[in-house]
């Protein structure tokens, strides 16, 4: 019976190379899918004037049955100041949890959101931010300060942490500064109508993704909440399932082939403030040859030689530093949209642009 077994082996020896190449390809589909499921979002609303970040929450939550929790949000902003570009500060945001304790959203302020806000309105009472030039400290500052309470007491516990005395300056402005006279950070009453600037922000959502955002965006429509001129959707999907030559090229050819037609396909708010083409030297490196044959820990070393910045059209910055708390790649040139159907319809037009470049 040797002989006919024999026979048989090279026919079935001849299939296995076009099943080989078959594997790559379904593996490739199978992760990109796996990719696209896990969705996060960022959607930057206005509330009406007069109206907050703070009284929508309180609204959505009521819807919820849920309950508030005021928190701080750490972000940057220009600096008159010479030699120092920006600021670091902390702005009051707020989570809106359910009744089980589950996060349905977080609330925070966008400091590129300018156009419709009355930039020489005084500042509501309540609202405040604290500022540092040193994003160290003022981490320390939101691990001891009460984001619930008032301006004046609000860097007393960090106060007490330096063994020093807040000083109060002109008006409602207070300053902390170290026992050498550095200072530590500014808390200051926060005026032009930012407490208006709502940017939801969502935790990942697995299925039923129109219908969840909507559970959000329903009642923002109701209760008067617009698009701002410069506002954007960013979606962030899981990081891990990138850090693959073949999906990572795929994604930024997504970006790279022809920005001003995938930004007219989407729709991209051109009045948006921090997006930018993805570095030159990155979309030459995964169109060279051999580049899909390397491992995943070679690229990631080039990654971290790149200039990649979170303000690019793709934000990888995450990519190549694995062990964020939150790892994701960011895709940010979705517009300003109030409807989970519309959101949809441009994170689809993304995936669609993404398989066939697979």
Avoid at 244 to 270: H, I, P, Y
């Amino acid at each position: 019976m040797r002989a006919p077994i024999d026979s048989l082996r090279a026919p079935i020896e001849s299939l296995r190379e076009p099943i080989d190449s078959l594997r790559e390809p379904i593996e490739s589909s199978l992760l990109a899918d796996r990719a696209w499921s896990r969705l996060g979002f960022e959607v930057e609303l206005l509330t009406p004037a007069g109206a907050s970040r703070l009284t929508f929450a309180e609204e959505l939550a009521d819807r919820f049955g849920g309950s508030i929790r005021p928190v701080f949000h750490h972000d940057t902003e220009p600096s008159l100041v010479k030699g120092r570009p920006i600021f670091h500060h902390l702005a009051t945001a707020v989570d809106v949890v359910s009744r089980h304790g589950a996060m349905i959203c977080r609330m925070v302020d966008d400091v590129t959101i300018l156009a419709d806000l009355d930039r020489d309105a005084e500042p509501t009472p309540g609202w405040y931010r604290i500022l540092s030039d040193e994003p160290r400290l003022l981490r320390l500052v939101e691990q001891l300060a009460d984001p619930t309470a008032p301006i004046d007491q609000v860097l007393d516990p960090v106060a007490e942490a330096f063994g020093v005395k807040v000083e109060r300056l002109d008006g409602d402005t207070f300053r902390l500064d170290d026992t050498s006279g550095a200072t530590v950070a500014i808390a200051a009453p926060q005026g032009g109508q930012r407490e208006r600037v709502c940017e939801v922000i969502t935790p990942p959502i697995s299925a039923d993704h129109e219908r969840t955002l909507d559970t959000i965006l329903s009642p923002a429509r109701e209760l008067g909440l617009a698009i701002p001129a410069e506002a954007a959707v960013h979606v962030h999907l899981d990081a891990a399932p990138f850090r693959s030559a073949v999906m990572l090229r795929a994604l930024v050819k997504l970006f790279a082939d022809d920005r001003d037609e995938l930004w007219t396909a989407l729709g991209t708010n051109r009045r948006c403030r921090r997006l930018g083409p993805l570095p030159d030297e990155l979309v030459a490196g995964v169109a060279a040859p051999g580049f899909t044959d390397k491992p995943w820990a070679e690229i990631a070393r080039w990654l971290a030689t790149l200039p990649l910045s979170k303000f690019s059209d793709c934000n990888l910055v995450k990519l190549a530093r694995p062990g964020n708390p939150v790892d994701t790649v960011e895709l940010r040139t979705l517009p300003g949209a109030i409807g989970g159907g519309a959101i949809m319809a441009g994170v689809e037009t993304l995936k669609r642009g993404f398989l066939q470049r697979l």
